[in-house]
């Protein structure tokens, strides 16, 4: 192949269709967004990849070594409608220069099989995209061993892009996050509590362009927040990693003691819930945020009927969105498999539920304000002036700071069965015995292990580890469990 063609990887981003019939100015600036957070989310994998803006894509150009990791952060990425993976070569002026091309890129994988090939071109050319087409259709028929030209029902589609003197030959299109880019429709404040339906609904609002804060609420101590820190952080890290956002912790202890005080029964779960809406409230203004985000869904619990909703809401004076509010169980949990959030929400303990009893399925407005004149506001005050608060980004370093569990990094001291934790297939190798158990398996398997044993458990980060460290200590008194943490 000569100097002048030789060939370019990268990837030719589609945009979201709502993007593309937005005014100019919204559309110039939507684009801009999506240009800005790809840049800054990919030069974290190499200074080598280049990104460029045009009104109605954007391309990515990689070296070959990166293209697996590049491909994962657009298939992440709001406000991509598809991917198409592409080779490209310059200089391609005539019919001929295209054919063999076509042919080394092509040939192998039409051979024995039938095949179309479907050309858009534009710019000046004395060919049609129809001459292309049935030129370099013969070409490939008659020098690539394929069987046949099939126009309808081919196993394989051949499709290029040829614009002014550029070659496009596209290998495989995906399809993107859709949505609108990071950034675009300003921030929100999402009650994290860790489960399916915070999760979700954390995701949908970053799918739709809002950058999403974090405000969690413990209820039950160290492993508690340590275990919704880790799944906000993967959220972050799968689908919003352009931007810096923040995750605030509120401890809720001495607010349910208060509650269990002064509320009756039958109303505690809606006044909890009315307790954290007023302090999320507090939070985002301080923040200036100007709206909350929850995972309620209609009817799902006692809670959330739709007078128990409006119970709640009357002591808000912000917007809450919450996208899952016609949506059922299984089409949330749809939803967190393919994000890959159920196995974090599976192993996640419900606390919010504990203080229910006989729950008032459709409140009064008057039996909540007499409820609501015995409370003492000073201990949620008290709560939300200890708020502590951390971006993302630093949840990594703020757990491992604030380790509760024992890390281990050097192995020849003391004898150790290493538990390898992490969801893949792979497992750790080391002069230790290792053994194989994911995390969402770990509460049922690890009972089952001898108890005169130490146990270290691993996972890459060390975040999963010392969260299911501190739940088996704490839950189960295993007292013969710490962390694995290798230096780097």
């Known amino acids: 192949m000569s100097q002048e063609t030789l060939n370019k990887q990268k990837f030719i981003l589609k945009l979201f269709p709502e993007i593309m019939i937005k005014g100019s100015s919204a559309k110039r600036q939507m684009v801009g967004q ?43 990425t709001p406000g991509i409608e598809r991917i198409l993976e592409v080779t490209q070569f310059d200089n391609i002026d005539t019919i001929d220069k295209i054919k063999p091309i076509a042919k080394d890129f092509f040939g192998s994988s039409i051979k024995d099989k ?49 614009i002014n003197t550029q070659l496009n030959l596209i290998s495989t299109t995906y399809d993107g996050l859709s949505g609108f880019p990071l950034g675009s429709g300003g921030d929100i404040l999402s009650l994290m509590s860790g489960g399916f339906d915070s999760t979700v609904a954390s995701y949908l609002t970053m799918k739709r362009g809002l950058k999403t804060h974090f405000v969690f609420f413990n209820l039950g101590g160290a492993a508690h927040e340590i275990g919704v820190k880790q799944v906000a952080l993967y959220l972050w890290s799968k689908f919003g990693s352009s931007h810096r956002v923040k995750f605030v912790t509120i401890n809720f202890e001495d607010v ?31 923040m200036e945020i100007d709206a909350l985000l929850t995972g309620e869904s209609v009817a799902q619990v006692s809670s959330q009927t739709l007078r128990n909703l409006a119970i709640i809401d009357e002591v808000s004076d912000m917007l809450i969105l919450r996208p899952l509010s016609t949506m059922n169980k299984p089409e949330i949990i749809n ?50 002036e200890k708020a502590q608060s951390i971006y993302v980004d630093e949840i990594v370093e703020d757990i491992n700071t604030k380790a509760h569990v024992e890390v281990v990094k050097d192995l020849s001291i003391d004898s150790f069965t290493i538990i390898d934790i992490r969801a893949e297939d792979e497992c750790i190798e080391t002069s230790s015995k290792t053994i194989k ?15 005169d044993k130490q146990y270290l458990l691993y996972c890459e980060k060390g975040i999963m580890s010392q969260l299911h460290a501190q739940y088996l200590r704490d839950e189960l008194n295993c ?3 710490r962390v694995y943490r290798p230096d780097s």
């Open 437 to 451: 158990i994911p995390f969402h398996k770990l509460k049922t398997e690890f009972s089952k292990l001898p108890k």
């Open 256 to 286: 349910v003691s208060e509650i269990f005080n002064s509320t009756g029964a039958t109303y505690m779960g809606v006044t909890l819930k009315r307790l954290m809406i007023m302090a999320s409230q507090k939070i985002a203004k301080d």
């Open 479 to 481: 007292k013969n469990i």
């Open 335 to 384: 939803i967190a498999s393919k994000i890959g959030t159920r196995h974090f929400a599976e192993n996640m303990p419900e606390y919010c539920g504990v203080i229910s009893q006989n729950p008032i399925i459709h409140g009064s407005f008057k039996r909540i304000k007499k409820e609501a004149q015995r409370f003492n506001y000073d201990i949620l005050d008290e709560a939300i």
């Open 34 to 76: 999506l240009y800005s957070n790809l840049v800054s989310i990919l030069e974290r994998i190499s200074k080598d990849i280049f990104v460029r803006k045009y009104s109605d894509k954007i391309e990515v150009f990689t070296p070959k070594e990166y293209i697996v990791n590049t491909r994962q952060y657009l298939l992440d």
């Open 114 to 162: 039938s095949f179309v090939l479907r050309v858009k071109r534009s710019g000046k050319h004395e060919f049609t995209s129809t001459d292309i087409e049935r030129e370099v259709g013969g070409f490939l028929l008659a020098h690539a061993e394929a069987s046949k030209v099939d126009l309808k029902n081919a196993d394989i589609k051949i499709k290029m892009e040829l």
